[in-house]
């Protein structure tokens, strides 16, 4: 079985109190860095399928399946893509980490790996469109290759660890940050 990853990048724009976040894993009709496009209802199935088992894809930081940061708690189609809500689990460094890279707009991407069922062939946009997909997980990434899947707000947790820890903790985000917009520049060729 072959998993397949389409990213897109995330816009944070507002923080609340418990870690949770919302925004579009997957937008329609819009050709990605893969050459593919996710059609209209392409999430139909699985997301019924997940909704039988009273479950729902993970979620994870860059597609490592050995690094869960937290739940998604609401997944749906609408007009514009699959729009998804999740709450980042913050009583972990990674949770922690993905919340304030996300503050800081550091993390810029969102990701869905899933396996293809139906495709077909777009003769003139010369892209694969996938009409249905079995969706695996949905990740927080730092490179999308698609921009219209974006964030649209993240919540702040609640702070209850000692002063030390948030400074050391906030130090570590920092660095984590300046890396990985270090790394961007170099790519970007700047």
Excluded: C
């Excluded at 050459?35 to 139909?44: C, K, L, Q």
């Amino acid at each position: 079985m072959t998993i397949h990853h389409f990213s897109g990048a995330m816009e944070v724009k507002a923080i609340a109190p418990d870690g949770t976040f919302t925004g579009y894993a997957s937008v329609f009709d819009k050709v990605d860095s893969q050459n593919e496009i996710v059609a209209r209802g392409a999430f139909t199935r699985t997301l019924a399928a997940w909704r039988a088992k009273n479950a729902a894809p993970a979620m994870l930081w860059m597609h490592d399946p050995t690094q869960p940061i937290g739940l998604w708690i609401a997944m749906e189609e609408d007009e514009s893509g699959l729009v998804v809500q999740g709450r980042l689990a913050l009583g972990t460094q990674k949770g922690m980490e993905a919340y304030e890279l996300l503050k800081m707009k550091a993390l810029t991407g969102l990701s869905i790996g899933y396996r293809v069922v139906t495709s077909r062939i777009d003769g003139k946009k010369k892209a694969k469109i996938l009409t249905q997909v079995d969706l695996f997980e949905v990740s927080l990434v730092t490179f999308p290759a698609n921009d219209a899947a974006r964030v649209s707000g993240v919540k702040a947790p609640p702070i209850k660890s000692p002063a030390k820890k948030r400074q050391s903790d906030r130090a570590a985000a920092k660095k984590a940050a300046d890396r990985l917009k270090k790394a961007a520049r170099t790519l970007r060729g700047k």
